[in-house]
């Protein structure tokens, strides 16, 4: 039997406010994403992208049409319910990295696990674990302010996997690094997607970045204009 897409958007709208304020942020749009793809989003300044983002993440609700996360459907679920999903199934990873300042690299890492009622042993062994996946190994004690733009992005990459998300959600997660550190952390994310088959989700607004990626995915205006494979090759 064919497993069912992992994230699949059927004509979903969503609209702000009413009458002369109205906006209209998606547009009856259609989605698909299988397992394992590596996939970038992108389009200027309001046209949808991080609308659908959010939806995907389970941060927003359509208006209007279907959302289905690995064959179930998931638009109308309660708060505490779409919390549950996000808990065990998403990872995050923001533009401004959302660490705890004065804390250890390492406590920020448990964090999801903590949420989730693992025991501490186990916590640190799987925090452990992942900052050793994301070349933070001999890092872990140290907090914030001790570690470079690049290094933090790779402890919240690790936040990120510690759950042991189906999905990453990456948005915009190379903005506040400069060009070497940002083709650095582009590197592990593709290195995650290939050799643990993670699925990836990111906003990008730099064709650059966007590269890295197997699939571009461009919105404009709320609705998909294109939809294309990105040609295999590792970017400079």
């Not at 705890?100 to 693992?118: D, M």
């Not at 062994?125 to 001999?138: E, F, H, I, P």
């Not at 070497?180 to 064709?207: F, P």
Request: charged share 25%; net charge negative.
């Amino acid at each position: 039997m064919t497993a069912p897409p992992l994230i699949e958007l059927s004509d979903v709208s969503r609209v702000y406010g009413m009458g002369e304020t109205e906006v209209r942020a998606l547009e009856h749009t259609s989605l698909i994403i299988r397992r394992g793809e590596f996939v970038s989003i992108m389009g200027p300044s309001g046209s949808g992208k991080s609308t659908a983002m959010n939806t995907i993440g389970l941060l927003d609700r359509p208006s209007s049409g279907r959302y289905l996360f690995n064959g179930v459907e998931v638009q109308d679920l309660d708060r505490d319910s779409r919390a549950l999903l996000r808990r065990h199934f998403l990872g995050f990873v923001f533009q401004g990295f959302n660490l705890l300042p004065r804390t250890s690299a390492l406590e920020n890492v448990e964090l999801p696990l903590i949420y989730k009622g693992v025991p501490r042993a186990e916590r640190i062994a799987r925090a452990r674990a992942a900052l050793q996946k994301v070349g933070l190994d001999g890092r872990e004690d140290h907090d914030s302010s001790q570690l470079s733009g690049g290094q933090q992005q790779r402890v919240a990459i690790a936040r990120a996997l510690v759950g042991e998300p189906m999905v990453i959600l990456a948005d915009e997660p190379t903005g506040n690094l400069d060009s070497h550190r940002s083709h650095e952390i582009m590197k592990l994310l593709q290195q995650l997607n290939r050799d643990d088959g993670i699925t990836i989700v990111m906003v990008t607004h730099e064709d650059d970045i966007a590269a890295y990626a197997s699939r571009l995915v461009i919105f404009a205006d709320g609705r998909i204009t294109r939809d294309e494979a990105v040609p295999e090759r590792t970017p400079a």
